[in-house]
């Protein structure tokens, strides 16, 4: 397969042209949208006032939406033990979280002194979302280029989870783990608005009711979390703007106790689900799900196009997807 010679997006992403030294539009058109050490400065700063602002109110400073991969593991580091902030870690369980992770997350909660709730809803009816992810399509292209239709409809989930918590029990941010990769800088530091949830709600809820009925409303937000508007929290994502170094990422929470899950495929570090979710999508749309956010990794320099490529290319174990299938009933 044809892949641009800069980054690693292949000549099946959707829209991608290539130049006669074979870079890619996505490439050339980059450098617009550089971000600049100064412009990290200025997020990391307005990060700073936000917590001074918000912090030591209430029972929680913060909620962090905890998956037990190594991203999100830094950041709670981070936020800990750098800024002291206080946070109420949620980890949702999708009944597919690697047991080395499980324990990971139990390490690393004790070793930095952090609340915890794994919060597992009724596995019958997220099997149901799932299937209903693969076998309709209730995503538009445009999101699918950046995750595959199982992630997106459990992060949408985890979002609704997170921001419900955090309106209903006062908690002013909510932090998030997402790489460079994942989140531009523009929305690392974003205050949530009732209309855009409302629409955001309205675009996972509706399909999933057409199919599911009404048993489904309890994940999501009611009105009267609506009508909490003024404590409508903050959305933060502090490894957009502080550093990220996936070896001193690596060193630093193995401290904690963090081991590198040996179950998972190369793209995650505590999801069993993620190399289906990810096969699924190749077959379908003909590149990897993961293609946009490390072709991102790489144009930064936060990982090399070799490391990039393997992440890619390396095949998801058969068992693992195997197994999948059996609890899915697929
Ligand atoms: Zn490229």
Redo the contacts with the bound molecule.
């Keep these: 397969m044809k892949r ?6 292949p000549e099946t992403f959707p829209n991608i042209k290539f130049n006669e030294e074979g ?6 058109t ?1 450098h617009y949208q550089n971000i600049s050490e100064e412009s990290k400065k200025d997020y990391q700063t307005k990060f700073e006032e936000l917590i001074k602002k918000y912090s030591g109110k209430g029972e929680y400073d913060g909620i962090m939406a905890y998956s037990g991969g190594k991203d999100s593991t830094y950041s709670l580091k981070l936020l800990r033990e750098r800024y002291g902030i206080k946070i109420l870690a949620l980890t949702f369980d999708n009944g597919f979280i690697s047991h080395t992770a499980i324990q990971n997350i139990k390490n690393v909660v004790e070793n930095l002194g952090v609340d915890h709730i794994f919060y597992k809803p009724r596995f019958d009816l997220l099997a149901k979302v799932f299937r209903i992810a693969i076998e309709n399509d209730i995503f538009s292209r445009k999101t699918l280029e950046r995750a595959s239709t199982i992630c997106t409809a459990c992060i949408g989930l985890v979002k609704f989870t997170c921001l419900k918590f955090a309106i209903r029990n006062n908690i002013p941010f909510i932090f998030y783990g997402w790489s460079p990769g994942q989140a531009p800088i523009k929305a690392s530091i974003f205050k949530n608005n009732i209309s855009m949830i409302k629409s955001m709600q309205q675009a996972l809820l509706v399909p999933l009711q057409k199919f599911i009925g009404e048993g489904i409303n309890s994940y999501f937000l009611n009105e009267n979390d609506f009508k909490l508007l003024e404590k409508l929290p903050y959305n933060l994502s502090p490894l957009a703007f502080l550093e990220y170094d996936e070896v001193k990422i690596h060193s630093e929470i193995e401290k904690l106790g963090w081991i590198f899950p040996a179950d998972t495929d190369t793209n995650s570090t505590n999801c069993l689900l993620n190399a289906f979710a990810n096969k699924v999508h190749k077959q379908k749309f003909k590149y990897h799900p993961y293609v946009f956010e490390i ?1 991102n990794l790489v ?1 930064q320099g936060f990982i090399s196009r070799v490391d990039g490529l393997e992440k890619i290319e390396t095949e998801e174990i058969s068992e693992n997807i195997e197994q999948v299938k059996l609890r899915l009933n697929i």
Excluded: E, G, P, S
């Design positions: 641009c010679v800069r980054c690693v997006l870079v890619c539009n996505f490439c050339q980059y072709a144009r």
